[in-house]
């Protein structure tokens, strides 16, 4: 006869989690493990963040958890010694790192006794680590460090199965690419629904994300920005990089939670409300600063610096994204700069005037909603507003 088990044994032993739960399984796990968390609406520089003894990675570690992060992705920050290795590690989950200082190498192999594939990576550098592959992480410096930032989407994925254990080093192998055919250029491929993009490029391994020049136009954000869109193989993970010139701005706007944005190069500032008559949260920006708008609050990106700016911004899974953009009324995702709070030209003009520079953006781009920067190309019916 089975055994019945006692009530008590049912109890949690953490907080119900009710429809109003502001702590998830997630958070109690990450609170577990004993290294800094680092919260805000931004953090100006990771190179410079406190980390601590991660216990689980034998890795010095550190959390970053801002507003908009909360139960949809992962970050963390780790740093190498100079010339120090780390244990192998497995882990369920793909995951995406961006190099914020230091050269290395790195060792990706399956559990099926096929060849391991090592690639050497340097500042700015981005891949990417397939689900259920053991990695390896080698600084190959002698004298310096190595920092490298983590994003995953482990918060909503332990929502679901509370065992964190059942993600490390589990035995598990899927049936995935060989390791052999992974980190080979990247390739550009024909992108129908890009809202005007017209590629997007699908690869592992991206070597130096402030040298990439593969870009084209992104229409109807404003600033005569460019952008790149990247797809990673056998996942849903992507991200996107945006370009555009010093003494412009880009357009007010705003989408779901989750999207972490790092900084490849260019100095700036964003800003971020979550309505009209809110505060407005100024977030300075430079090469490392990491930020994240809030679920659907509005930000709007400024170059002031000597030459162009670039962020990269790593996406949430697909159905936290929240797109709805393109719209013509202040009240929707856009703000079209004829329709913008003059608090916002005001500011960006008094910024450069600090640093001896004068705005570049043409007048008549405050008058005219469907002005676009000439690229020397016709603008796609897909980008176009509606």
Known sequence: MAQTVGVEALVPERPLQGMMAKKFAYDYWMEQQDVPIHRGYFVEDLRTIEVGDWKLRNLKTAFVQLAGMEGINELRVSELGPGETTDPFKFGLDEIVY???????????SDDGGPKKSFEW?????????????????????????????YNYF?????????????????????TLPVDAMYSEAKAYENPEGRGRRMVWYGNFFPDMLAWEKLEPFWGRGAGGTVVGIQFPNSEASCHMSVFDAQTYKKGHRHGPGRAIVIPGGEGYSILWPHETAEKIVVPWHEASLFTPPDRWFHQHFNVGSGPGRYLALHPLPQFRGMSEQVQDRASDQIEYPDEDPFIRRKFEEELTKRGMTSIMPDEAYKDPDFEWDYGMERPESARRR
């Open 155 to 175: 918060p909503p994925v332990l929502s679901g199965c509370d065992s964190p254990d059942f993600f490390f080093n589990n035995p598990y192998q899927s049936p």
């Open 122 to 150: 340097g500042p700015r550098s981005m891949f990417f680590l397939p689900r259920h592959y053991h990695h390896q992480f080698s600084n190959t410096q002698g004298d310096r460090r190595v920092r490298l930032m983590h």
């Open 99 to 109: 190099v914020l200082e230091g050269r290395g190498i790195t060792t990706v192999w």
